[in-house]
């Protein structure tokens, strides 16, 4: 048995374990466990010495402190007195990292006196020489890695010169081929990958397909995400539709970590392969993409076909500040006797994916009760607004002949009917599966019987039956003074959900939701409103 160095005096050993780089590499290269290796040759040691430790074993491999947990609590265990010596196998398990790290582990060393024990010595702090080669073998082990990671960021820098992939996930529609590492097409994935860029240069024939439409179209298609979800979202397709490997062109070190965040490096920088792989796409057509993007406006907060809803662009999420929009969905589901049951659901859901969503009608309902606390609406004020709005739907409808509208009707008939050839298409295709086309094409066909209905009748209409638009008329004196009990009944007597929308937004200037619970099988969500109101209405109006 050993016995310690004259001077020395250890209460409490932590042996730290952790496997360094290199047995990373030999472990892939023999099979070899490390760890079980090292604590082998760690135990002999300290029971020569005839001392009591307690052992921690760092699973992960990291260059830093700020990557080590197991460390993390090593170092706060030695500051706080607990243990006044570590045991290593080597003193360049104890950091490798950046200067700040080399610092860290140094001072505590020296501050705490800790004492270092290897299978080849023990390190006193207190011996000027000892501390001279702590500093040395600190600095040694520091220089050894930057020229390792130098040799492995040439190696790279030469791979992908050669075309070869770099990185550890290819991007959907390619597979990295065993022998080249170059990037080869995905034969089941890679139609998936040119089915995204033409959707959105031409979308479908009824119309324009968006980053969040396409995700929608992918997902009811049942085709599996990148990630094997079933569910698509707008971030994937953007992320796709930008990625220029898909014209065979690789790119490797567009940017670096400062501060534990990824920064873009300038484009001189950049290592930028053209023609590395097979393209999934043409230049032309990913270009033409890029435009398009470039030159889009931002996406409308409502449907093209459908009016305004109520509480359009008034309310945000305090989770996230981000607004909150209507969605209406209908779901149908087919009975054992063939017919098929319709659901309708319309929530206010936040554009923040999986942040909050509650019932919209349970949001204005809370709304129209606070309004009910306002100062109700005076006559004149209230007689200036309607005849104002008396005055545009005037200037609509003298558009609206029922000449201009047979015109519009016919050619929505003719875009349904292409619909309807579209999804017979897609479903010979198996893009949709038979419940999504039977659902789509009982949809399709509903919605065409009611354009047929109002053909015939020849009558002024709405352009689209999903939309509803009630005759607008001149309120007489006495409505008006009915109206002018509250604004809640004001807002329920306006036609239109636009409407309603412009009068929330002259009284309002912002709303603030909070979801305090979600909601639970039949048990509704619970939520508050935070509403900040446009005091010079309210006041004209008391």
């Known amino acids: 048995m050993h016995k310690l160095p004259q001077g020395v005096t250890i209460t409490r050993i932590i042996n730290y374990l952790r496997r360094s780089r290199e047995d990373v590499e030999r472990e892939a290269r023999t099979g070899e466990d490390t760890i079980t290796m090292q604590k082998s040759v760690m135990d002999r040691v300290l029971a020569d010495y005839g001392l009591p430790y307690d052992q921690v074993i760092e699973i992960g491999s990291g260059d830093k402190i700020e990557t080590r947990p197991v460390f993390q609590q090593v170092i706060r265990d030695l ?7 570590i045991a290593v196998k080597e003193i360049s398990r104890l950091t490798r990292g950046d200067f700040k790290d080399y610092g860290i582990v140094y001072e505590l060393i020296r501050q705490k006196r800790i ?5 080849y010595r023990i390190y006193d702090p207190k011996n000027a020489h000892d501390m001279r080669q702590i500093r040395f073998e600190m600095f040694l082990s520091r220089e050894e890695f930057e020229i390792i990671r130098e040799r492995m960021q040439g190696a790279k820098y030469s791979y992908a010169m ?14 990295v081929h065993p022998k080249t590492q170059h990037l080869e097409p995905d034969t089941e994935k890679a139609p998936i990958v040119r089915m995204i860029f033409d959707l959105y240069l031409h979308g479908i024939p009824d119309k324009e397909m968006s980053d969040k439409a396409i995700a929608t179209y992918l997902t009811r298609a049942g085709i599996p995400s990148p990630s094997g979800l079933p ?56 270009e033409a993409a890029m435009q ?10 409502t449907r093209f076909d459908c009016e305004t809803s109520e509480l359009s662009s008034l309310i945000r999420c305090t989770a996230c500040g981000h607004k909150m929009i209507r969605q209406a969905t209908t779901t149908h589901y087919r009975k054992k006797d063939g017919s098929v049951s319709r659901y309708e659901k319309e929530i206010l859901w936040c554009t923040t994916v999986g942040c909050t969503y509650v019932k ?20 004149e004020l209230l007689h200036s607004m309607l005849d104002e709005h008396q005055q545009q739907a005037e200037s609509e409808s003298s558009k609206d002949t029922p000449s201009n509208q047979l015109t519009t009707l016919h050619a929505r008939q003719a875009e349904l009917t292409e619909q309807l050839r579209f999804i017979y298409k897609s479903y010979e295709s198996q893009i949709y599966s038979e419940q999504e086309f039977i659902t789509r094409r009982q949809e399709l066909q509903d919605e065409l019987t009611r354009l047929e209905q109002l053909i015939l009748r020849t009558e002024p209409v709405p ?17 008006i003074r009915k109206l002018c009990t509250s604004w809640p009944s004001l807002y329920r007597a306006l036609p239109s ?17 909070t979801r305090l619970q979600k909601g639970r099988g039949n048990q509704p969500s619970r939520f508050t409103l935070s509403v900040t109101a446009r005091m010079t209405l309210l006041e004209a109006s008391s």
């Open 79 to 85: 500051e706080s007195g607990r243990y006044n010596c």
């Open 115 to 119: 004492y270092i024990i290897t299978p």
């Open 162 to 175: 050669s075309g070869k992939f770099m990185g550890s996930t290819p991007a959907y529609g390619y597979l």
């Open 231 to 286: 569910a698509w979202n707008a971030s994937t397709i953007k992320n796709i539709l930008h990625n220029p490997v898909y014209i065979g062109e690789i790119r490797y070190s567009t940017s670096t970590e400062i501060n534990k965040r990824r920064k873009p490096k300038p484009r001189d920088e950049w290592i930028v392969i053209p023609d590395a792989h097979e393209p999934l796409i043409s230049l032309e057509i990913f």
């Open 292 to 301: 398009k993007r470039a030159s889009s406006r931002p996406a409308p907060s």
């Open 360 to 379: 919209y009608r349970a949001v204005e309902a809370m709304i129209l009760h606070l309004l009910q606390e306002y100062p109700p609406p005076d006559p």
């Open 463 to 479: 352009v689209t039956a999903s939309c509803s638009s009630n005759e607008r008329t001149r309120f007489d004196p006495q409505e």
């Open 497 to 513: 959900p636009a409407d309603k929308n412009k009068l929330l937004r002259q009284l309002i200037e912002s709303i603030q939701l």
